[in-house]
């Protein structure tokens, strides 16, 4: 198991080489001299030439890509082109309005589509189960920014029950504000989710235990929460846990409509504003995140799972 | 003995699903639309003027006009075109790719498999958002990027299915044997694995095809997709304002049209599963 997972951490080392490469060709390679954009129009050919400089575009493409790296490494990104701050203090900054949204709407909704997946588990085949696939599909099939726009428009504008936009970081009073792009990140993550969970669960339901548990007078009930559920929560851990890195990202979109100055807003920005470092530094991060939690997710799974050899 | 063959049998079950056949046909229907709009057999004159601005829905304007006083409707038929050319570019960029790419690794080993394995470990390890933008923002802005960025995106999750599968079917004894009467590795991978796992291209492809979909109208949303015509998500981006002033034929043409295409891949994607892979039946 230890040999395992060293063997998995030592396979970051070349993934996050990877990672750096595809930066790296995107930022420094194909996009050209971003100095003329920076600048303006009228920019001088010695004030280009000075910039360049000061943002380390002289260096050979050799040691840019090194400079990738061990931003990769060191979490040391530099500053921004737009706001010149310091990139590391931007994230933390954004970091906790950003969980402020995702981590509620995050657990609530992994925990109701579980909820739901067991009901419709329960009652597999009957209407009530064709009703609810039929509105998981339906409902996956609308855009997310039409279900923002309506919401946003309906329950904060029309009926005033929330914020339009904004964030406050005091603790009461943020709920205020992330109250509608949470309900819409629940109501986008349960189609998707019901939809795993159902499957899975309903693999479980036809294995020959769930027969044996049957033939010994077991209820239905006991058998789905004591047998069935317990087997079906090994994918299902590691789907959840999988989507946490996506968390940090917060959602581009939501933070974007309901001006929240998370991680997703600072993306969004920099994306506009053609701020390279901040868009290099969020790709890093979150795919730092994807590389740590898909190897969580794999040991959580070997750990749940005695069957499965480390080969 | 069963003489069907498997593309019989699926055909046989797909013809008997009637929701699979209707989401056959809405396909077909877009496609037909997106073609002659592309063709410019219909909305070729989307931009012009058609009546007063912002009218509401009517026997006149089927999905009102908007701010210009340009038809709804045609902007939502132009939108078509921008949305299957890219699921269909998106495809056709994925699919080379990722069956070569798989193909060779699983066939092959070695350090084929450890170079395509990390290359596609790779891709998935930045989040496919951040790719996204970052590829259509460093190549321009404008629907040759948008292309380029969900073909990059694409092929990854193909390409790990292919290999996965490849692995599987090559220690099979309908490839020994064909190795046996003398058949070299090109003949084994390309003649006789290669049509055996090939139902996994098509059913991958009508998943990615609305994934492509709705990341086109994000990024054309966030201003990064189509430039001088309309798209859906452009017009969504119009609706934002709209909205507060009661206009909402916009949105709700770009929210439909959009609703039928992804409904019909998404019960077309499961019918296929179910259709072509009858392990994974209800997976």
């Known amino acids: 198991m230890t040999k395992y997972i060293i063997r998995r951490l030592l396979y970051m080392i070349p993934v996050l080489l990877g990672v750096s490469l595809i930066i790296f060709v995107l930022f420094n390679l194909v996009s050209g001299d971003p100095t003329a954009v920076l600048l303006g129009k009228n920019a001088t050919a010695r004030q280009m030439a000075d910039l360049r400089e000061q943002l380390g575009l002289n260096k050979s493409l050799w040691l840019q890509y090194l400079d990738v790296v061990k931003s990769a490494f060191t979490f040391d990104f530099g ?233 | 003995m069963n003489k069907n063959s498997l593309w019989k049998d699926a055909f046989y079950r797909l013809a008997q699903d009637k929701l699979a056949l209707i989401s056959i046909l809405i396909v077909f229907l877009y496609f037909f639309v997106a073609l002659f709009s592309g063709l410019g057999w219909i909305a070729s004159n989307w931009s012009q003027e058609v009546g007063a601005s912002n009218l509401a829905p009517s026997f006149d304007h089927l999905l009102g006009t908007d701010i210009f006083g340009r038809s709804v409707l045609q902007k939502v038929i132009r939108g078509t075109q921008v949305a299957m050319s890219v699921g269909a570019a998106a495809a056709l960029i994925a699919i080379p790719i990722g069956v070569i790419l798989g193909a060779l690794a699983g066939y092959f080993g070695g350090w084929i498999d450890d170079f395509v394995t990390w290359l596609y470990t790779t891709f998935s390890s930045v989040p496919n958002i951040m790719l996204l933008i970052s590829i259509t923002l460093i190549l321009g802005k404008g629907i040759f990027s948008v292309y380029v960025a969900l073909g990059a995106t694409s092929w990854v999750n193909l390409c790990r299915l292919i290999r996965g599968e490849v692995l599987k079917h090559k220690e099979r004894e309908y490839v020994q044997a064909a190795g046996a009467i003398g058949g070299g590795h090109m003949r084994k991978l390309f003649r006789h694995i290669l049509p055996n796992v090939s139902h996994i291209v098509i059913i991958n492809t009508s998943m990615q095809f609305q994934t492509a979909i709705k990341s086109e109208v994000i990024l054309s949303y966030l201003g990064l997709g189509v430039q001088g015509e309309p798209s859906w998500g452009t017009m969504i981006d119009d609706a934002k304002l709209e909205l507060v002033r009661g206009v909402w034929w916009q949105l709700a043409g770009a929210t439909l049209a959009m609703f039928f295409i992804l409904l019909a891949f998404n019960i077309l994607g499961d019918a296929l599963r179910d259709a072509l892979d009858p392990k994974l039946k209800g997976k």
């Open chain 1, 79 to 311: 500053h921004s082109w737009a706001t010149k701050q310091e990139i590391s203090k931007m994230i933390l900054q954004g970091a906790y309005p950003s969980l402020c949204l995702s981590v509620p709407a995050f657990v609530i909704s992994t925990v109701l589509s579980l909820f739901i997946s067991l009901f419709v588990a329960y009652y597999r085949g009957k209407g009530i189960d064709l009703f609810i696939r039929v509105l998981c599909i339906a409902g996956m099939s609308i855009s997310a920014l039409a279900y923002i726009l309506f919401f946003q428009w309906f329950f904060a504008f029309k009926l005033g029950w929330f914020e339009i936009s904004g964030f406050d970081p005091e603790f009461p009073h943020f709920i205020s504000y992330v109250a509608l792009p949470a309900i819409i990140w629940i109501v986008l993550s349960i189609g998707p989710d019901v939809r795993f969970f159902r499957t899975v669960i309903l693999d479980e339901i036809y294995q020959d235990y769930v027969r044996t548990a049957r033939s010994k007078g077991l209820s239905e009930f006991t058998i789905l929460l004591r047998h069935v559920l317990r087997n079906a929560l090994i994918p299902i851990i590691t789907y959840v846990v999988i989507q946490i890195p996506s968390l940090i990202l917060g959602a581009l979109l939501l933070e974007n409509f309901f001006s929240i100055p998370g991680l997703g807003g600072m993306t969004l920005n920099a994306l506009n504003a053609s701020d390279f470092p901040v868009m290099k530094a969020m790709a890093i991060l979150s795919s730092v995140g994807y590389i740590l939690f898909g190897l969580l997710s794999d040991i959580l799974y070997t750990i749940a799972d005695p069957r499965i050899k480390f080969n």
